[in-house]
């Protein structure tokens, strides 16, 4: 199957394999998110290049870059997903065979009609021009390289260090303190095309998964599995008109958690989707396993190596990587530090943030452990996760 997707790539039929691919993930929210990438990017490349934006040679090379991130994507698919894209219309697909003509000559002179419509009306007739065709959850990025060559090597890069690297400690001293408002509102380029149905899909995908905790002696509430990502935040950046980390490198990087966000940050993205930050002692209660817990030291196990990212020295990995706790939580322990609602006592205007960070040393990864910053502060190990009632 990977074969024949490859075929009808190399046969020019790319727009055809994006689209089969867009239908075939949409139960899988990382894969379809890196498709949706892929569709914002090719759609955008078509449109400049029917405005007369490129040289042949640069229309060219562009097109080229991103088949080889589509090929890459189709290599990394898994059977199940492959399975989907049979049943999707191209089963019959491959060398010896033409693929069925596609919709895509309306669908591409509609993006050209709606190009034309954001250069004479701006942002918001982009958002009535969205196209017709499957639901994507639009993200302006290229992943030109195989993600998990980036994760390897920044695995290579883990190392255990003798403390920290007192470069970004907040209100402990930082020496590198960034205040809200010290960043520009400049997102990454294009923005993304909505209608209702494609913006129901955008907030169930900033949303993401959320895991319901009980317990004899806290209120009944739901958390996120993972950490909000930067595929997440970038995309409520663009609905909402928040301005994006100018310090964040998208590329490669959506699965990624967003960093340099800040206390204000963070409660504007669980504003946008009806959610909120996790309290303190919803946190440790969700770290620690809830009733279920063993009484670990880090969130998931006693073995720091096993549950967090911490000692790194090239920047977070991707959510979901080591060993989920004993409620199926990830990275609660290392990878980013994550704000918590609840005010730093006797300190207006800070608030805590639990679990500890890439760089940290293991001392800080401990469920009992915590920060103090102020709700501007922001820096390259400080993200979140979602809570809800």
Request: aromatic share 8%; hydrophobic share 35%; glycine share 10%.
């Amino acid at each position: 199957m990977k074969e024949r997707l490859k075929y009808l790539v190399a046969k020019g039929n790319t727009e055809t394999v994006i689209e089969t691919l867009l239908s075939a993930t949409r139960e899988d929210p990382r894969a379809f998110n890196e498709i949706a990438i892929l569709s914002n990017r090719f759609a955008q490349h078509i449109r400049d290049a029917r405005m007369g934006m490129y040289a042949p040679a640069e229309q060219n090379r562009g097109l080229a870059q991103i088949n080889n991130s589509l090929l890459d994507f189709i290599d990394r698919l898994d059977e199940a997903t492959l399975a989907k894209a049979a049943l999707e219309g191209v089963k019959d697909s491959g060398p010896g065979h033409e693929p069925a003509k596609s919709r895509g000559s309306n669908k591409l002179l509609f993006m050209i009609v709606g190009a034309l419509l954001i250069a004479i009306t701006g942002f918001f007739a982009l958002k009535a021009a969205y196209r017709e065709g499957p639901d994507r959850s639009e993200i302006d990025n290229i992943i030109d390289q195989d993600a998990g060559q980036e994760e390897a090597k920044r695995e290579q890069e883990h190392a255990d260090l003798p403390g920290p690297s007192g470069k970004e400690q907040g209100a402990s001293g930082s020496t590198s303190e960034k205040k809200e408002g010290a960043h520009p509102d400049v997102p990454p380029p294009n923005p993304v095309d909505e209608k209702e149905k494609g913006r129901k899909n955008s907030l169930a995908y900033l949303v993401g998964n959320t895991q319901r905790i009980e317990g004899a002696n806290i209120e009944p509430y739901s958390i996120g599995v993972y950490e909000v990502t930067v595929g997440q935040y970038w995309l409520f950046c663009e609905t909402a008109g928040h301005p994006f980390p100018k310090e964040v490198d998208t590329t490669n990087a959506m699965a990624l958690p967003i960093t340099y966000v800040s206390w204000n940050d963070a409660m504007a993205y669980c504003g946008h989707i009806n959610a909120r930050l996790p309290t303190v002692e919803e946190w440790e209660f969700a770290a620690s396993g809830g009733e279920k817990g063993q009484g670990s030291l880090y969130s998931g196990g006693n073995d720091a190596g096993s549950v967090a990212w911490s000692g790194l020295r090239s920047g977070p990995m991707p959510v979901g990587k080591k060993q989920k706790n004993e409620l199926s939580l990830y990275d609660m322990s290392g990878n980013v530090r994550e704000w918590c609602s609840s005010p730093a006592e006797g300190k207006p205007g800070y608030y805590k943030a639990k679990g500890g960070g890439w760089k940290s040393y293991k001392a800080e990864l401990e469920i009992k452990e915590d920060a103090v910053y102020e709700a501007g502060f922001r820096n390259s190990s400080l993200g979140f996760r979602i809570a809800r009632d």
